[in-house]
């Protein structure tokens, strides 16, 4: 992403043949975004002298307005920051003129567009919003009361696949962790406020959700935060689901309450209700937003299968899982349609929608047509799996399925399942992940069994749960480098508080620091260089009384002088260590 004035763009072919595929917002649309930019996206290349002067955005109550005009995507598209929000209810204007003025859309001449700000401004705290999905009240405000990581008990363990556990328990903590297959957490750490969807990314690092203020922090393998991601337009980020792309683009997703007269819409609907739609986003590492889909301008309020749409709070779509198919299209998962969506990166049509009251596909060799589900995922073989939650349907149960698809003659045939015996019935939560052997994983959601992981006959060769009460919405299994930063205990019958000297001492790369607590509780180890700036902070999180020990590794650090600062409640405790290379 550069500043349009910066760079000049060469054009093989002429400027009258190139061809606009894509707006947002899309012509006509509605409860738009006050923040929102205005993207334009042509099938070849435009260059300076096609967008500089040739570009104008006008509200019927902001006026004209005046901003930054920036091209992306190789000179495919044009964005434009308006220096000034919009106003609320006014209609803004897009006109293009000069040489933009004479490309085409669909082989009309497309000139000028128009759309309409939202009416009001409605917050949306996507924590809340997975209170009312779940009925659980979670802990958004504060780290609450300190509280050890909970234990996952494993009930079997017969040669699973090899790879690390990612979840993030919460209930009246919240953690984010990882855990060997005997359900040993080998590294967590205890969030302020709750945390989801923890999982590593294709580029090997690791990414989760956490509130407040909501974001996606992405760490490396040293546990080092090293981005954020939020949603651009105004939007509030929600906590479903974060993809990394390998351009180092991200989609993500946002929930849009607007306010509907649902008594045009449906008998009984109330004309002040709060109707919230579902905003789906690829954004750059500026967190500039490159692609922008709005359910408003491609799904039915009505569209929803199971909600009271005379509700004065009406979730209609309600996005769960984001997904990049093959073709670098997108797959959606949206539990209140009961449909898996995939939407065309290119211009934003939909191509084609599986399951709901708009399925296109005949199902076959599956009779009871998944519900609610959450999670799709497009795998090696090319089949798609999701978690089917099965709600609203009888016999209740949930299951993972596979799914062969045809996408030129729609048909969807189901090639896999696993249930549970006895079933499990999970109503919310919960994905489906195919492992490198074949195997399946499986996270229950909100079911009292926490995952599964499954051979392809069926056969259950890893089954673990929380205790009751403990929660985890998604859970993942990954290869992950075990960076010696986890706290060992060790036998000791010590009961001082007792911070002892790292060894070796010089060190280079890695050294091991050993304390002993007198007490449980948070505990946190930071190093100082000889200035006294903080370097970084090797744990922060719970411990039990006893003796531990940490190694860590310096090969990121410059030679020289550091101290190591331990706290643990009101004690404390600093040594001096040395880092020769």
């Given amino acids: 992403?550069?500043?349009?004035?910066?760079?000049?763009?060469?054009?093989?072919?002429?400027?009258?043949?190139?061809?606009?595929?894509?707006?947002?917002?899309?012509?006509?649309?509605?409860?738009?975004?006050?923040?929102?930019?205005?993207?334009?996206?042509?099938?070849?290349?435009?260059?300076?002298?096609?967008?500089?002067?040739?570009?104008?955005?006008?509200?019927?109550?902001?006026?004209?307005?005046?901003?930054?005009?920036?091209?992306?995507?190789?000179?495919?598209?044009?964005?434009?920051?308006?220096?000034?929000?919009?106003?609320?209810?006014?209609?803004?204007?897009?006109?293009?003129?000069?040489?933009?003025?004479?490309?085409?859309?669909?082989?009309?001449?497309?000139?000028?567009?128009?759309?309409?700000?939202?009416?009001?401004?409605?917050?949306?705290?996507?924590?809340?919003?997975?209170?009312?999905?779940?009925?659980?009240?979670?802990?958004?405000?504060?780290?609450?009361?300190?509280?050890?990581?909970?234990?996952?008990?494993?009930?079997?363990?017969?040669?699973?696949?090899?790879?690390?556990l990612f979840f993030a328990p919460f209930s009246v903590a919240a953690y984010i962790t990882i855990l060997n297959n005997n359900g040993t957490a080998y590294w967590s750490q205890?969030?302020?406020?709750?945390?989801?969807?923890?999982?590593?990314?294709?580029?090997?690092?690791?990414?989760?959700?956490?509130?407040?203020?909501?974001?996606?922090?992405?760490?490396?393998?040293?546990?080092?935060?090293?981005?954020?991601?939020?949603?651009?337009?105004?939007?509030?980020?929600d906590l479903h689901e974060l993809q990394i792309l390998a351009s180092g683009n991200a989609l993500l997703m946002a929930y849009d309450p607007q306010p509907v007269d649902m008594s045009q819409i449906v008998p009984g609907g109330r004309p002040n209700a709060t109707v919230i739609g579902l905003i789906i986003q690829e954004i750059d590492q500026q967190n500039n937003v490159l692609f922008q889909w709005r359910s408003w301008d491609h799904m039915l309020i009505t569209d929803a299968t199971q909600e009271d749409l005379t509700d004065s709070l009406i979730d209609y779509v309600h996005g769960n899982a984001i997904e990049l198919d093959n073709d670098n299209n997108i797959l959606i998962s949206s539990r209140h349609i009961d449909e898996i969506t995939k939407i065309n990166r290119t211009t934003g049509n939909i191509m084609w929608r599986l399951g709901g009251k708009n399925n296109m596909f005949t199902i076959l060799n599956d009779t009871m047509r998944f519900s609610h589900q959450h999670d799709i995922r497009?795998?090696?073989?090319?089949?798609?799996?999701?978690?089917?939650?099965?709600?609203?349907?009888?016999?209740?149960?949930?299951?993972?399925?596979?799914?062969?698809?045809?996408?030129?003659?729609?048909?969807?045939?189901?090639?896999?399942?696993?249930?549970?015996?006895?079933?499990?019935?999970?109503?919310?939560?919960?994905?489906?992940?195919?492992?490198?052997?074949?195997?399946?994983?499986?996270?229950?959601?909100?079911?009292?069994?926490?995952?599964?992981?499954?051979?392809?006959?069926?056969?259950s060769v890893f089954e673990a749960s929380y205790t009751p009460g403990v929660f985890t919405y998604r859970g993942f299994k990954d290869t992950w480098p075990h960076v010696p930063t986890a706290i060992d205990p060790v036998n000791n019958t010590s009961s001082e508080f007792r911070l002892l000297q790292n060894y070796p001492n010089p060190f280079n790369p890695s050294t091991t620091i050993r304390f002993n607590l007198d007490k449980a509780g948070k505990t946190s180890i930071v190093l100082y260089n000889v200035t006294g700036e903080e370097v970084k902070t090797y744990f922060n999180g719970y411990l039990e009384t006893g003796f531990h020990t940490l190694t860590i590794n310096g090969s990121g650090l410059a030679s020289g002088v550091y101290f190591c600062r331990l706290v643990s409640g009101s004690n404390s405790a600093v040594s001096k260590m040395m880092l020769v290379k």
């Fill in 378 to 459: 497009r795998i090696d073989n090319g089949n798609i799996t999701f978690f089917d939650n099965g709600s609203f349907r009888f016999p209740e149960y949930s299951r993972a399925v596979e799914y062969s698809l045809d996408e030129v003659n729609h048909t969807a045939t189901l090639v896999w399942q696993y249930q549970r015996n006895p079933q499990v019935v999970s109503s919310w939560g919960g994905n489906v992940q195919r492992l490198p052997n074949g195997n399946t994983f499986i996270a229950w959601g909100g079911a009292v069994n926490t995952v599964t992981e499954v051979k392809p006959d069926g056969t």
């Fill in 190 to 237: 205890q969030r302020s406020t709750s945390a989801f969807d923890f999982k590593k990314q294709t580029n090997g690092n690791l990414t989760f959700f956490a509130n407040n203020p909501p974001r996606f922090v992405e760490m490396n393998s040293s546990y080092d935060t090293i981005h954020t991601y939020r949603c651009g337009n105004g939007y509030t980020t």
């Fill in 1 to 164: 992403m550069k500043f349009i004035l910066s760079v000049i763009f060469l054009v093989s072919a002429a400027v009258y043949s190139n061809e606009i595929v894509y707006t947002d917002p899309v012509n006509g649309a509605e409860f738009i975004s006050i923040e929102n930019t205005i993207v334009i996206g042509f099938l070849r290349q435009v260059n300076y002298d096609d967008a500089a002067g040739n570009f104008s955005v006008t509200g019927t109550l902001s006026g004209n307005h005046t901003g930054m005009l920036l091209l992306a995507e190789n000179g495919k598209k044009i964005i434009f920051q308006p220096e000034t929000p919009f106003s609320l209810n006014e209609v803004v204007t897009v006109k293009l003129n000069g040489k933009l003025s004479k490309f085409s859309k669909a082989g009309t001449k497309f000139s000028e567009f128009s759309f309409r700000t939202t009416p009001r401004v409605i917050k949306f705290d996507p924590v809340e919003g997975l209170e009312r999905e779940t009925g659980i009240s979670i802990n958004r405000t504060g780290i609450g009361m300190l509280a050890p990581p909970p234990v996952l008990n494993v009930t079997i363990n017969n040669s699973p696949s090899a790879g690390s």
